[in-house]
């Protein structure tokens, strides 16, 4: 069957049963109803005012960021670089091993407290402005634009047979649209391989399949995405729109129709008087949802399909300046503000109560909390291992001996050296060598011998502790183990 072709189910009319009155007319008919609807592409009308320009400026920042950064050195590496093989992250002077997957987590924790307080401040802030999803749709918008023209030009060349200057155009548009979709899988991987040997190895043909696979499944995902996908992926696909509802309340800023003060709307020329005409002040020109990018109208409430990104305020603000009425018939504000018309001021008071306040505070804590983790963070770790193929014995001199492993991770970018010292009993000592060299990002594993007197302890299990010391730098880690002393 078709999948353009409607699914259809006929109703037919059920017999009652004897002493119940007829659920459809004797001579009704079965009921042809269609249970598909074939999607109708939005053609967004391009739109400038306060809120498309704080769009464009996020659209500007977020790129510039991401294509950006990895061309960024530090030293003699590239500045940000999650290198997977090595199991090492560099971010700028930082570098990370998995055993600092606590700060990973750290990160999450913020981006959810910073999810929460945006949304109960000004709803879907992150959807309207900075989401992947938007900005890229913005940016294949634009494009589209420039090679096809505005909304009505692109409406109507579609609605035409195929000519060789549609064939064309549309080539044109899809041929940069796959560029900045491959240059944006390319620059993806480029933060996990080293971009700079990525290009050579783009230009000699010499790249490995997985960066390959990478490059084209971000690229592509980035093109379908933005080119074709647009709307659907904020109405169906994105769990955010489905649960933002929880996040809301009735001081949240959201963008929002005066029904009070636009209502009845109705055209009417530049001149006439509202007053007279007995109309609000929509002039019901259907612009707020030509912009919109997830083409609903406004006008109906606040609805889940919404991203909040102000477009519909901007070119509504666009028509009340031409008709020399004020501005704000759609604009930003919370549901308390309008039904109990407050001020501005009134309004951000509101805004800032304690369920925002509450979020602010636990948010600056976990960003403090993890720089000051960072800050305190030792430039090295150890793990100590005892050597399960030398149990405890009694050495020359009747001493008693325990063998351990340690591993010494030097998380700094120049060669270090560690001190290796025993603590926790008398007469407690490093017979083997206890300065250990450890060349720059790399570990090494070290066999160390702790002596201890015969008669220096009870026979049994004793807690002791390795104290390790930087020489070449600030640091200090103490770690834990047990030393065995036989019957």
Same mark, same amino acid.
């Given at each position: 069957?078709?999948?353009?072709?409607?699914?259809?189910?006929? %109703?037919?009319?059920?017999?009652?049963?004897? /002493?119940?009155?007829?659920?459809?007319?004797?001579?009704?008919?079965?009921?042809?109803?269609?249970?598909?609807?074939?999607?109708?592409?939005?053609?967004?009308?391009?739109?400038?005012?306060?809120?498309?320009?704080?769009?464009?400026?996020?659209?500007?920042?977020?790129?510039?960021?991401?294509?950006?950064?990895?061309?960024?050195?530090?030293?003699?590496?590239?500045?940000?670089?999650?290198?997977?093989?090595?199991?090492?992250?560099?971010?700028?002077?930082?570098?990370?091993?998995?055993?600092?997957?606590?700060?990973?987590?750290?990160?999450?924790?913020?981006?959810?407290?910073?999810?929460?307080?945006?949304?109960?401040?000004?709803?879907?802030?992150?959807?309207?402005?900075?989401?992947?999803?938007?900005?890229?749709?913005?940016?294949?918008?634009?494009?589209?634009?420039?090679?096809?023209?505005?909304?009505?030009?692109?409406?109507?060349?579609?609605?035409?047979?195929?000519?060789?200057?549609?064939?064309?155009?549309?080539?044109?548009?899809?041929?940069?649209?796959?560029?900045?979709?491959?240059?944006?899988?390319?620059?993806?991987?480029?933060?996990?391989?080293?971009?700079?040997?990525?290009?050579?190895?783009?230009?000699?043909?010499?790249?490995?399949?997985?960066?390959?696979?990478?490059?084209?499944?971000?690229?592509?995902?980035?093109? /379908?995405?933005?080119?074709?996908?647009?709307?659907?992926?904020?109405?169906?696909?994105?769990?955010?729109?489905?649960?933002?509802?929880?996040?809301?309340?009735?001081?949240?800023?959201?963008?929002?129709?005066?029904?009070?003060?636009?209502?009845?709307?109705?055209?009417?020329?530049?001149?006439?008087?509202?007053?007279?005409?007995?109309?609000?002040?929509?002039?019901?020109?259907?612009?707020?949802?030509?912009?919109?990018?997830?083409?609903?109208?406004?006008?109906?409430?606040?609805?889940?399909?919404?991203?909040?990104?102000?477009?519909?305020?901007?070119?509504?603000?666009?028509?009340?300046?031409?008709?020399?009425?004020?501005?704000?018939?759609?604009?930003?504000?919370?549901?308390?503000?309008?039904?109990?018309?407050?001020?501005?001021?009134?309004?951000?008071?509101?805004?800032?109560?304690?369920?925002?306040?509450?979020?602010?505070?636990?948010?600056?804590?976990?960003?403090?909390?993890?720089?000051?983790?960072?800050?305190?963070?030792?430039?090295?770790?150890?793990?100590?291992?005892?050597?399960?193929?030398?149990?405890?014995?009694?050495?020359?001199?009747?001493?008693?001996?325990?063998?351990?492993?340690?591993?010494?991770?030097?998380?700094?970018?120049?060669?270090?050296?560690?001190?290796?010292?025993?603590?926790?009993?008398?007469?407690?000592?490093?017979?083997?060598?206890?300065?250990?060299?450890?060349?720059?990002?790399?570990?090494?594993?070290?066999?160390?011998? %702790?002596?201890?007197?015969?008669?220096?302890?009870?026979?049994?299990?004793?807690?002791?502790?390795?104290?390790?010391?930087?020489?070449?730098?600030?640091?200090?880690?103490?770690?834990?183990?047990?030393?065995?002393?036989?019957?």
């Amino acid at each position: 069957m078709n999948s353009k072709e409607p699914v259809t189910r006929k %109703v037919i009319p059920i017999v009652p049963e004897e /002493g119940y009155g007829p659920l459809l007319p004797e001579d009704s008919q079965g009921v042809m109803v269609s249970l598909y609807a074939s999607h109708e592409k939005i053609y967004p009308r391009s739109v400038s005012g306060l809120f498309s320009n704080w769009r464009w400026a996020t659209v500007f920042l977020t790129q510039l960021v991401f294509y950006g950064v990895p061309w960024l050195e530090w030293g003699q590496r590239q500045a940000v670089l999650f290198d997977l093989g090595t199991r090492r992250f560099y971010i700028f002077g930082l570098l990370l091993y998995p055993q600092d997957f606590i700060y990973l987590a750290g990160l999450l924790v913020i981006s959810a407290l910073s999810l929460f307080l945006f949304t109960a401040v000004a709803g879907r802030l992150w959807c309207g402005y900075a989401c992947p999803q938007t900005v890229y749709t913005e940016i294949f918008l634009w494009i589209e634009k420039k090679v096809e023209g505005d909304r009505s030009a692109r409406m109507r060349r579609d609605a035409q047979p195929w000519s060789f200057e549609k064939v064309t155009r549309k080539g044109a548009k899809h041929f940069l649209w796959l560029a900045v979709s491959l240059w944006t899988g390319f620059t993806f991987v480029g933060y996990f391989t080293p971009i700079k040997e990525l290009g050579i190895e783009f230009l000699q043909l010499s790249m490995s399949s997985w960066e390959v696979f990478w490059t084209f499944f971000y690229g592509f995902a980035t093109y /379908g995405n933005a080119g074709f996908m647009r709307e659907q992926v904020c109405k169906h696909m994105c769990p955010y729109a489905r649960f933002q509802s929880a996040m809301f309340d009735k001081d949240t800023l959201v963008v929002t129709y005066d029904s009070e003060r636009g209502e009845p709307r109705g055209a009417r020329s530049r001149k006439a008087d509202p007053v007279a005409l007995n109309l609000g002040a929509c002039v019901d020109c259907t612009l707020c949802v030509q912009v919109c990018p997830t083409g609903i109208d406004i006008r109906k409430g606040l609805q889940y399909e919404c991203i909040g990104c102000g477009a519909c305020a901007d070119v509504c603000d666009t028509v009340m300046d031409k008709m020399g009425y004020a501005r704000g018939l759609v604009k930003y504000t919370t549901e308390n503000a309008m039904s109990q018309h407050w001020t501005k001021s009134q309004t951000w008071r509101h805004v800032l109560r304690p369920r925002v306040l509450v979020y602010t505070a636990i948010l600056v804590a976990v960003v403090l909390a993890m720089l000051v983790s960072l800050t305190l963070r030792a430039p090295f770790k150890v793990d100590v291992v005892r050597d399960r193929g030398v149990m405890a014995r009694i050495v020359s001199g009747g001493n008693i001996e325990n063998v351990y492993r340690l591993q010494v991770m030097n998380a700094t970018e120049s060669l270090q050296r560690y001190k290796i010292a025993a603590m926790g009993l008398p007469g407690l000592q490093v017979k083997s060598e206890n300065v250990v060299l450890v060349e720059s990002t790399q570990s090494r594993w070290v066999t160390v011998r %702790v002596q201890l007197p015969f008669d220096a302890a009870t026979p049994g299990s004793h807690a002791i502790q390795f104290e390790i010391d930087s020489l070449d730098s600030s640091g200090h880690l103490t770690e834990k183990s047990v030393f065995l002393v036989p019957r």
